[in-house]
């Protein structure tokens, strides 16, 4: 079955960084677009970053542009994301999701087939 196993989150200054890594099994990995969606408590889950198949676009919510980055490795079936100048309100679950294979790039949370179990993002003031 797929598994998706996140790691990396932990507690951080604001203005540190953290590097979320999610190690993909089950699938082609290289066939499904990847993407990283967050929730805080009491509110929706936010896509805050996608991937291509490929890796070659990604997209960025508003909240993360500019500090947050992307990026998978196809050979080792894993994605990645660069967290740059944290700030309190980034801190969440941080969840790895995967489209359906041979999909595109996908913004919205419900667009995603399969999702690890999540990893928290803890930013102190």
């Known amino acids: 079955q797929v598994q998706l196993v996140e790691s990396g989150g932990g507690l951080v200054q604001a203005g540190g960084s953290l590097r979320l890594s999610c190690a993909a099994s089950g699938l082609t990995f290289s066939n499904h677009a990847m993407g990283w969606v967050r929730q805080a408590p009491g509110k929706g889950r936010e896509v805050v970053a996608a991937i291509t198949r490929s890796g070659l676009f990604t997209n960025y919510a508003d909240s993360v542009k500019g500090r947050f980055t992307i990026s998978r490795d196809n050979a080792k079936n894993t994605v990645y994301l660069q967290m740059n100048a944290l700030k309190p309100e980034d801190a969440a679950v941080y969840y790895c999701?995967?489209?359906?294979?041979?999909?595109?790039?996908?913004?919205?949370?419900?667009?995603?087939?399969?999702w690890g179990q999540g990893t928290q993002v803890t930013v102190s003031s």
């Open positions: 999701a995967a489209t359906g294979p041979g999909s595109g790039l996908k913004v919205v949370e419900s667009a995603y087939n399969f």
